[in-house]
């Protein structure tokens, strides 16, 4: 089950990074603007989902820490394309993200109790990674605007904390399930 979980993952991700590969050119400032935006909006999604649907005190914390920091670099983004002027450019990699974000909503809410904690868990860890990849080797190289620049890179180490975390919350998950089915297997 787990290695089918993960080859969907893998599937999904091939498939979002598919917009970044097929582009001729760098995006443009306010795509990347746009992608970014997105892609926090996105995890708000999941994060709110999770709040609605888990009961798991640790899955809730970061659910709540991913809604509190995603809306604050999204905020800081809204400023800055005000203060320069820019609006920004919905394209293919914001669709795809949507989309694909869509999907994995329908998905999720599907799910009930431990197997929604582990869903969503693995999930973020995906989305961080390819999010954080997307960042690090195209959008912020792509980016003109020094300030974009720097609001990228500070996200990236706010965003890169939050795979370390779902990683760590994975591996608990992992572990309270085991020791369940291990007491429940002696009953």
Known sequence: MKTIAIAGVAAALTL?????ARAAEAPTDPQIAHIAYTAGTVDIGYAEIALQRSKNKAVR??????????????????????????????????QTLAKQAAEKRAELTQLSGPAFDRAYAENEVAYHSFVNNAVDKQLIPSANNQELKGLLKVGLKIFQGHQQHAENMVQKLGKMTRAWKSTASQE
């Open 61 to 94: 914390e970061f659910a709540a820490e991913m809604v509190k920091d995603h809306k604050a670099v999204n905020d800081k983004a809204l400023a800055l394309v005000k203060k320069l002027g820019v609006t920004p450019e919905d394209n293919e990699t914001s």
């Open 16 to 20: 979002a990074a598919a917009p970044f």
